[in-house]
Nanobody, 122 residues
Framework: VQLVESGGGLVQAGGSLRLSCAAS????????TGWFRQAPGKGREFVAA??????YYAGSVKGRFAISRDNGKNLVYLQMNSLKPEDTAVYYC??????????????????WGQGTLVTVSS
């Protein structure tokens, strides 16, 4: 499975961006997809995940971000609204081929994209 993110860029605080994650290869193996982010000098943190038909969010983005998928196109989206400077990070898409309940950890994910940079200016 290969994952490619797109949609990052520079946006002012309060603005919106939509990230896309395109999956190719044995996409039938994907059970869940997550978004993580890594700010400069910090560890990689959970942002959102979609597992079966349920969605999960980190507390810091709940109500502002929305994860969705288009199975027909093998795409997963992350709609980000009301962006804040602290949302600045490289955003990574990840895919899990097992039914892991620990979707908020990086370790269960088997495949990762290369990341896309989101910069929010104040």
């Amino acid at each position: 499975v290969q994952l490619v993110e797109s949609g990052g860029g520079l946006v002012q605080a309060g603005g919106s961006l939509r990230l896309s994650c395109a999956a190719s290869g044995r996409t039938v193996d994907i059970y869940a997809t997550g978004w993580f982010r890594q700010a400069p000098g910090k560890g990689r943190e959970f942002v959102a995940a979609i597992r079966r038909s349920r969605t999960y969010y980190a507390g810091s983005v709940k109500g502002r971000f929305a994860i969705s998928r288009d199975n027909g196109k093998n795409l997963v989206y992350l709609q980000m609204n009301s962006l804040k400077p602290e949302d600045t990070a490289v955003y990574y898409c990840a895919a899990d081929k097992d039914d892991s309940t620990f979707y908020y950890f990086t370790s269960p994910y088997d495949y990762w994209g290369q990341g896309t940079l989101v910069t929010v200016s104040s």
